[in-house]
């Protein structure tokens, strides 16, 4: 979805947005960093000087609770956030926390966890950890 057409239905659904509001939106749909709030923050504020830290965390909140944009949470006290708010899943690096998508089918497993647990499922999140191609030693690197 485009930010035009995610911005048209926010408005349909009677939220307001600022400037500072599109550009948050347009820099996370524009991103596969999976930036920080802080991350959007400086990004935002070189073109919107008066722009808060606040006002970062209400959009991401915002986009969040409408289902346009993903929070993911890794342990490190920060969030990263997702332009892509369709299912899919990620590896995230454990040495710089940088995070990536990856692009497959999503498992099926919905039904079976039903079955076993007597829970309704609305959906998973499955993640993988490793050191990513930077972090990886030299060491390592000559083995391979």
Do not use: W
């Amino acid at each position: 979805m485009t930010a035009i057409e995610i911005l048209k239905h926010l408005k349909d659904k009677g939220v307001r947005f600022t400037p500072q509001r599109q550009a948050i939106l347009e820099f996370l749909l524009g991103t596969d960093t999976h930036p920080t709030a802080e991350e959007i923050y400086h990004h935002v504020k070189a073109k919107f000087p008066g722009v808060s830290l606040g006002t970062i965390y209400n959009t991401l909140n915002m986009l969040k609770e409408h289902g346009y944009i993903l929070e993911l949470s890794y342990g490190d006290m920060s969030s990263h956030f997702d332009g892509n708010a369709n299912n899919h899943y990620h590896v995230a690096c454990t040495e710089c926390g940088r995070i990536v998508d990856l692009h497959r089918p999503l498992l099926e497993l919905e039904n079976e966890v039903e079955v076993k647990t007597g829970f309704q499922v609305h959906g998973h999140r499955l993640e993988f950890y490793g050191v990513c191609p930077n972090c990886v030693s030299p060491d390592l690197k000559k083995m391979n």
